[in-house]
């Protein structure tokens, strides 16, 4: 799934890990000059170790939909 960051950069989730009770969503974000870094979130849209430009708008319905499947598929 492709989103925006709230710094306006593309991010590309690609990885929902139900027992990562920290993050549990995994993907890229192609930052200009470093090309793509590998980043988590958690069901907030808070990029760990990273500014708040990379965090994602959590009310996006794309992500909500997102967080929607982790928190399914977390026990």
């Known amino acids: 799934?492709?989103?925006k960051t709230k710094g306006g950069?593309?991010?590309?989730?690609f990885e929902?890990?139900?027992d990562?009770?920290?993050d549990g969503i995994?993907?890229?974000?192609?930052t200009p000059g470093m090309g793509d870094v590998a980043?988590?979130?958690?069901?907030?849209?808070?990029?760990s170790n990273?500014?708040?430009v990379l965090n994602?708008?959590?009310?996006q319905p794309a992500f909500v939909a997102v967080v929607d499947q982790l928190r399914a598929a977390r026990p």
């Open 39 to 47: 980043k988590s979130w958690n069901d907030f849209g808070i990029c």
């Open 26 to 30: 995994s993907g890229m974000v192609y």
């Open 16 to 18: 929902l890990d139900p």
């Open 9 to 13: 950069l593309d991010a590309t989730l």
């Open 56 to 59: 994602i708008d959590p009310r």
């Open 20 to 22: 990562d009770l920290q």
């Open 50 to 52: 990273a500014s708040d």
């Open 1 to 3: 799934m492709k989103l």
